[in-house]
Nanobody, 125 residues
Framework: VQLQASGGGLVQTGGSLRLSCAASGGTFSIYIMGWFRQAPGKEREFVSS????????NYADSVKGRCTVSRDNAKNTVILQMLDLKPEDTAVYYCAAGRFAYSSGYYLSAPYGYWGQGTEVTVSS
């Protein structure tokens, strides 16, 4: 499956962004979808994940209450709505897809076998 992330940009503190990830070339509905981010000089970190049917959703503590993840299997799309953005949210955001036992690794990079190219989010103070 190929993934294409979009929706990043430059926003001020307190602003919002809607990141989108479009999938093609596979059966989107069978995949767990994840969002990860990597800030300059830092390791990639988990942001959010959603199970194949949306029944299980998780967020990193750093974004909980400010982000909402959703998916539309009919449109092969997963969305990450981000509110009240902070400078520490500045990073390249990646969407990822994988097939694994959700609870065993939704927050880890390794189980996700497919990655998009990333979309850059910059939050100015």
């Amino acid at each position: 499956v190929q993934l294409q992330a979009s929706g990043g940009g430059l926003v001020q503190t307190g602003g919002s962004l809607r990141l989108s990830c479009a999938a093609s070339g596979g059966t989107f509905s069978i995949y767990i979808m994840g969002w990860f981010r990597q800030a300059p000089g830092k390791e990639r970190e988990f942001v959010s994940s959603i199970s194949w049917n949306g029944g299980r959703i998780n967020y990193a503590d750093s974004v909980k209450g400010r982000c909402t993840v959703s998916r539309d299997n009919a449109k092969n799309t997963v969305i990450l709505q981000m509110l009240d953005l902070k400078p520490e949210d500045t990073a390249v955001y990646y969407c990822a897809a994988g097939r694994f036992a959700y609870s065993s690794g939704y927050y880890l990079s390794a189980p996700y076998g497919y990655w998009g190219q990333g979309t850059e989010v910059t939050v100015s103070s």
